[in-house]
């Protein structure tokens, strides 16, 4: 599984970077970023999946993650 942000949708929130701090930074505005190149280990993908519902924009898409 992979995270990625959508930058357009992003409002800068910080719920991901707050929830998911090894997944997730902010820029020097406080939007999110996604830290190295998204890739998620199985242990951190719960993590991620609760980033991504608590995103209000839902900007947070997770790449390759069966529902």
Request: glycine share 14%.
């Amino acid at each position: 599984m992979r995270v990625l942000i959508d930058s357009e949708r992003c409002h800068g929130h910080g719920r991901c970077y707050d929830l998911a701090p090894d997944l997730f930074g902010e820029d020097d505005e406080g939007y999110g970023t996604v830290l190295g190149d998204g890739s998620v280990s199985p242990g951190e993908e719960p993590r991620a999946r609760l980033a991504a519902a608590n995103c209000p924009e839902r900007a947070i898409d997770l790449e390759g993650a069966g529902r």
